[in-house]
């Protein structure tokens, strides 16, 4: 939590529960990651966290934006970016959304089927277009299902595909799964990438970029590499897999530019046991699983929480939200501590809460309201 | 589905995606959960679906209503209902609320741990409280955490401390789990329960009611019992174990009131798959897990689709949401099987989609809006 975090909490006393985003943070999170990779475009994902404040800090600071629907790609517009800045990344797309961002001058397509393909092809003409491909996922805390992307070589199939079609084969995709703390699961998906590149160059397709994704993570409990780290192993994978002929690069993080950068504040609802003899105590926020933390499902995402008990005795507790719902229980088999001082009404900080929360939050459920946020 | 939501959806052709309720089904249920248990005041458990129509039409079928926090107690002495029909079933309230829901008028409280019965003696002073315990939640699809309730000899010793102070020790409640499809497993509650009734009245204490809970279960893939196979093992098990002094009961029906009065109708984005020989389509729909199926969390509710093409022959399929989450994936495991002429752009129907699915849904997340509904 930065001092800017701590100030406003103190002097302004929102209600909580609510998530406060320091722009500062954000803005030096940027400046690493484009110094760790100084050769490739950002495109930052909004969907992390489509705050009006934090896309117009990013426009300002030259950043570009990986999409996922036409209502972000209006909201990337609206905070002053042009539409060459813009990804349509999202390989599920309506015909009638492709259209709706082709008119608002997207010209840059994801895909992953060929269903796809045609669609782009006639709903945005003259498009550049990129597939992408599967990926193990090894070493991401958040689950990598096989949703998106293909197999390699049906992605080589439909590259050659495209370049019979009104569209621009551009590149290659992928994604290493999100929070990402092993930095050699570049490595693997650009060596196949490399084939693709060279087996379709043989047949006169001359795709032009790599798409490295997102996957850059937030530090949580456990540690996690720095940037230059990242960007070492990547730059080091990319020379080894393309030579001297490295091609145009981007990346899409996420969460590794605004997780960091925001603290959740929550009341303790309630402290208690469920029989004399239990041997941890059931400590109940006023925001769980529905209301933002939804990243805890399955205890994937593990966020430190500090209180202003912290240095004191500690004891083992089980962490929930406040619904009447049996599955809003935040972190049970994880080791969770908290102080024994801990009391009823006082405040505790949710750390590196800053991407995946607010919009995750649930429209009304228990009635309880969306998360409340401020970016100061 | 009702012949009035394929005529509502057929005539009006709402945009996608989106829940269509019909109220007779709701009023239906009432009049069913009514008879099966006749001795029994329903408490409408507001969380699965708190839409203002349902609550109008429960207040004018002479209902009682359990509530999750002070907005859904504003909720529903909006549409009509005066306070003495409404409990506060939450066992986690801030102290603050409890003070709001009694300025309300509010005199029937939850409460599972003497932290929560303190504050409830503090802030609404002279209320009636009952008193939850665990139960083990064996065979109900919706899993059943330790979150509420505490052990059975604590909650003996909290009602006789509750005698103590200013509140009236009036009852006990249990829930045997969400979509419950055992019919016996309100038999071992009401077992402990009794027990808990005659240990204190040795002691003075003369518990009035027993909170029967949820757990009546809506038709998904699975058969479920009837209204009156529940009505008959419940009122069995209470001649069993209090025989001819059987307490005042309330029950606390949800999914078992609203969810088969509803459908979600959802348009197919995209069926593609991830190389030439796979065995299974994927199918894409305009809705998923963060749009208002939260509850397909780990394939637990299994919600039966239907589509113009029924009938003919099927494939088998993973179905998936349209955001760009991995987690974003709704059955895999599950043996869905789909029409092979299932088509891009197709509608499909999700039924029995009543209950927790609008306000589950995620406020803006990938910047899809949150669930549309119509109450017909």
Partial sequence: MTEKISRFFRETAPATPCLIVDLDVVADNFTKLNNALPDSRIFYAVKANPAPEILRLLVGLGSSFDTASVNEIQDVLDAGATPDRISYGNTIKKASDIARAYALGIRLYAFDSIEELEKIARHAPGSRVFCRILTSGEGADWPLSRKFGCEPAMAH???????????????VSFHVGSQQRDVGQWEQALATTAKIFRDLEEKGVALKM???G????TRYLKDVPTSEAYGNAIMDALRKHFGNRIPETIIE????MVGNAGVIHSEVVL??????NDEKSWVYLDIGKFGGLAETMDEAIQYPITT?????ETQPVII???TCDSADVLYEKSDYRLPVNLRIGDTVAIQATGAYTTTYSAVNFNGFAPLRAYYI
Same sequence: chains 1, 2.
């Fill in 253 to 256: 993080p996420g969460r590794g």
């Fill in 308 to 312: 202003e008990h912290d240095g004191g």
């Fill in 210 to 212: 790599v798409n490295l």
């Fill in 320 to 322: 929930a939200g406040p």
């Fill in 271 to 276: 402290i208690s046991r469920k029989s004399a």
């Fill in 214 to 217: 997102g996957g850059f993570p």
């Fill in 157 to 171: 199939d439909l590259l050659l595909q495209a370049a019979g079609m009104d569209v621009v084969p551009y590149g």
